[in-house]
């Protein structure tokens, strides 16, 4: 069920992506345009502000109650954006249908913080985020089933409905909110719950982190499928493409959903650093040589293993970084969530649109934002006093 809510971000995104041709014939956009990545960026940033409210709100009235609002929001937004008769109107609508997604992101974190804690906590997410990644793999190929039999609207209309599905589902969830926990919903209590998210080191430099991140997400999402159709002139294998890649996401939260209990959660980010390092190197190197257009099957594998890092590295920073803050997981969940989409938007969105016919955009900003977020990774941890290579255990002489 958490992993259904969660889902309503990636499949307003991913279920349309194979309509983004039919969308830049509908509006005049262009062949070829880079101007549909703003269908993607304008979402995340109605993400973000949506969960500025929708924080406060969960821990106020319970995450029941905030879902069904945000469920409400999310369909409004989607219905208007199968409607509306302009590119424009469809990017204030997207926004409108991203604060709605922000509230079940909002909701299904605080569910998970409420129940769980440090790494049972990541292991959690991971679990979550491995069904959840049956979206990126299968709505491609729905959209495509969509669009094929009805106009391209029919994906929007399709979210819609899944919205409304998730949400009778949840009327046999039990309200996790704690009464001891809620807060007032006053902004001078809202406003000193967020400052003390932002004033816990810990927090804020993993949010910090996880800024760049996302940034690299949102800078592939939004610019995946022009590089698919102009780069590499693979169109039509677009959803296998998209699902393909994917895969890698879900193999790797199933495999940290294992071994992050046993390691913890710092071991399992220093690995997954160790390995991040030399793939994008590599992944730098290729497209140098190929002035942008590498080959094929190197470099999407080589994408895919990249990204496969990254599932190693998001869901456990966010478990860290919510683990003081516990005892205002709606607000923290919010705050936290609202920095790292926006920010993440922002950033990837610009290296999105710059894409064109070449891949070499997406691996710059991959290399830079990757390389920024190591660092606010290890300047966390020198904080803590945690060392990138751990010292060995001295052995005492019995004697």
């Known amino acids: 069920m958490i992993s259904s809510m969660m889902a309503f971000t990636a499949l307003a995104i991913d279920l349309m992506l194979p309509a983004f041709d039919d969308i830049r014939v509908s509006f005049d956009l262009g062949t070829g345009s880079s101007e549909t990545a703003r269908i993607v960026t304008v979402f995340f940033l109605g993400m973000a502000i949506g969960q500025l409210f929708f924080g406060p709100l969960a821990d106020r009235f319970g995450r029941k109650r905030t879902l069904y609002v945000s469920v409400a929001v999310y369909t409004f937004g989607a219905v208007v954006a199968a409607l509306v008769p302009s590119f424009g109107m469809m990017l204030v609508s997207r926004f409108v249908w991203g604060v709605g997604a922000a509230g079940a992101r909002v909701v299904a974190v605080a569910i998970v913080r409420d129940r769980f804690e440090g790494v049972v906590m990541a292991k959690a997410m991971s679990q979550i985020m491995?069904?959840?990644?049956?979206?990126?793999?299968?709505?491609?190929?729905?959209?495509?089933?969509?669009?094929?039999?009805?106009?391209?609207?029919?994906?929007f209309w399709a979210c819609g409905l899944f919205a409304l599905v998730v949400s009778v589902w949840s009327l046999r969830l039990r309200e996790t909110l704690e009464p001891a926990n809620r807060r007032e919903l006053r902004p001078r209590l809202i406003a000193s719950g967020y400052w003390e998210v932002a004033r816990t080191p810990v927090t804020f430099g993993y949010t910090v982190a996880t800024i760049f991140i996302q940034a690299v997400f949102t800078s592939y999402i939004a610019s995946v499928e022009l590089i698919v159709a102009e780069v590499y002139d693979r169109d039509a294998q677009f959803p296998y493409i998209f699902g393909g890649v994917a895969l890698f996401f879900g193999a790797a939260a199933l495999i940290n959903g294992r071994v992050v209990e046993n390691l913890g959660i710092n071991t399992v980010v220093r690995r997954a650093l160790v390995t991040l390092m030399p793939l994008l190197a590599l992944l730098a190197f290729i497209t140098a040589v190929s002035d942008g257009r590498p080959n094929f099957w190197l470099f999407m594998p080589l994408l895919g293993l990249t990204f496969a890092m990254f599932m190693f590295l998001m869901p456990n920073l966010n478990s860290a970084a919510m683990e003081p803050v516990g005892h205002i997981a709606g607000s923290a969940s919010a705050l936290t969530g609202s920095v790292r989409i926006?920010?993440?938007?922002?950033?990837g969105g610009l290296f999105a649109e710059a894409v064109d016919n070449t891949v070499t955009p997406l691996v710059i900003g991959a290399v830079a934002m990757t390389s920024i977020a190591i660092v606010c990774i290890l300047s966390v941890w020198r904080r803590q006093g945690i060392e990138f290579v751990p010292r060995p255990i001295p052995v005492v002489d019995p004697a």
């Open 130 to 155: 491995a069904v959840f990644v049956i979206v990126p793999i299968a709505a491609p190929l729905l959209g495509a089933a969509i669009i094929t039999v009805a106009p391209w609207r029919a994906t």
């Open 342 to 347: 926006a920010g993440g938007a922002l950033l």
